[in-house]
C-alpha cells in the first residue's frame, strides 16, 4: 500500500530496471527457467508421483484407473479419456523437460558455489550446454518411451 | 526516554545465526535429490513393464522402500526451501504471505506424509494389497 501512494504521487520516479529492460542471455534465461521448473516439479511433478505411488498401493482397479486417464485408454476409450491422455502426455513432456532443466541448473549452482565458473565466456557457455543437456535427455526419454511403450 | 543500557537496546536485534542453515539445506536436499532421482529414473527406464502387480512387487522391496521414502521426504523438503523463496520474493503483503507459508507447509507435510505411508503400507504388508 504504502508503495502504491508514493507510486501516486509521483509516477515518474524512477524504477530499478526489470526483466523487460535487459536483452536476453543464456544466463539469464537459465536462472529464470531454474525457478519456473523448481515450480512445476513442486505441483504437478510431485502430485503427480504420488497419485502414481497410490495408485500402485490401491491394487489394480485404482491403477487402471490411472493408466486409463493418464497413460492410455487404448482403442475403446471415450472422447474424454482420449483427451485426458494427451492433456497427461504433454504434462508429462513438460515435468519430464523441468526435471532435466533443473537437474541440469541446479547441477551448474552447486558448481558457481564452491566458487568456479563466474567468468563472462564460461558462465555464458555452461548456461547454453545445461539447456542444450536437458533438451537431449528429454528427447531421449521421449524417444525411449515412444519406442517402447507406445509402439511408434 | 530508553533507561535501558546500551548493551540492552541491541540485544536480540542482531542476526538470528541461521542465515547459512536455508541455504546450506537446499544444496544438501539437492545433492540428496541428484543421487535418489538418478537412481529413480534408471529404475523406471529399466523397468520389465509397468502391470500394477510387477511395481507392486517392485516398490514393496526394502531395496526399493527404504530409497523411496528417502526420495520422497528429499523432494519435498527441497520443494519446500524452494517455493518458501519464490513467496518471498513474489508475495509482499504480509497476511497473504503468512497464508501461503502456512499453505505450503500444509502441502508438503501432509503429500509426504501420505507418500511415505503409501510405501510403507505395500512394504510392510505385501504387494497382494
Known sequence: MKDAEIMAKNPNRPLSPHLQVYRWSPQMAISIFHRATGFILATVGMITLLWWLSAIGGGPESYATFEKYVVSAGESGTGFETASNWFFRLLALAVTFSFFQHLASGVRHLVLDIGAGYELKVNRTWASVAFIAAFFATAFVVLFVASRFLGV | ?129
Open chain 2, 1 to 129: 526516554m530508553d533507561s535501558r543500557t546500551y548493551i540492552g537496546r541491541v540485544r536480540g536485534l542482531g542476526s538470528a545465526k541461521h542465515g547459512g542453515e536455508h541455504w546450506l539445506k537446499q544444496r544438501l536436499t539437492a545433492i540428496g535429490n541428484i543421487l535418489l532421482t538418478t537412481w529413480f529414473v534408471i529404475s523406471l527406464l529399466l523397468m520389465p513393464n509397468f502391470d500394477q502387480a510387477t511395481l507392486a512387487q517392485w516398490l514393496a522391496q526394502p531395496t526399493v522402500a527404504v530409497p523411496m521414502i528417502l526420495m520422497i521426504v528429499n523432494i519435498f523438503s527441497h520443494a519446500r526451501l524452494g517455493l518458501q523463496v519464490l513467496i518471498e520474493d513474489y508475495v509482499h503483503d504480509e497476511g497473504l504471505k503468512f497464508g501461503t507459508m502456512a499453505l505450503l507447509n500444509f502441502y508438503v507435510v501432509a503429500s509426504a506424509v501420505f507418500g511415505i505411508f503409501v510405501v510403507a503400507k505395500l512394504a510392510f504388508t505385501g504387494a497382494s494389497a
